[in-house]
């Protein structure tokens, strides 16, 4: 059974830095992983992936403020935001690629040629003016 556990969110005033983590278990490092987020009233969006060659997708809106990396030792996916911005105010969810057999918690995002089907339970990030 596939767990993800977020930790790591807060408040913190535009400009700020926090680092969020993933822990994941009943999970094999062979598929992507990623952060979502989801602000109230809005739809939820992709934020960041690492795919299993290392490589990684970024939202238009992140680029070049956030990173996405995992440690595979720890089963732990981390995402560092540095100058960050009001408009990053949401929920964020880790979330793992489901595998060929079609395995999921039942909500499905596809994004970056990626079926993502497993979700943590969020952790929220709030930034102030």
């Known amino acids: 059974q596939v767990q993800l556990v977020e930790s790591g969110g807060g408040s913190v005033q535009a400009g700020g830095s926090l680092r969020l983590s993933c822990a994941a278990s009943g999970y094999t490092s062979s598929y992507s992983m990623g952060w979502f987020r989801q602000a109230p009233g809005k739809e939820r969006e992709g934020v960041a992936s690492?795919?299993?060659?290392?490589?990684?997708s970024y939202a238009d809106s992140v680029k070049g403020r956030f990173t996405i990396s995992q440690d595979n030792a720890k089963n732990t996916l981390y995402l560092q935001m540095n100058s960050l911005k009001p408009e990053d105010t949401a929920m964020y969810y880790c979330?793992?690629?489901?595998?060929?057999?079609?395995?999921?918690?039942?909500?499905?995002?596809?994004?970056?040629?990626?079926?993502?089907?497993?979700w943590g339970q969020g952790t929220p990030v709030t930034v102030s003016s």
């Open positions: 690492i795919h299993s060659d290392g490589s990684t």
């Open positions: 979330a793992a690629e489901s595998p060929p057999n079609g395995g999921s918690d039942g909500y499905l995002f596809v994004i970056w040629g990626r079926v993502f089907g497993y």
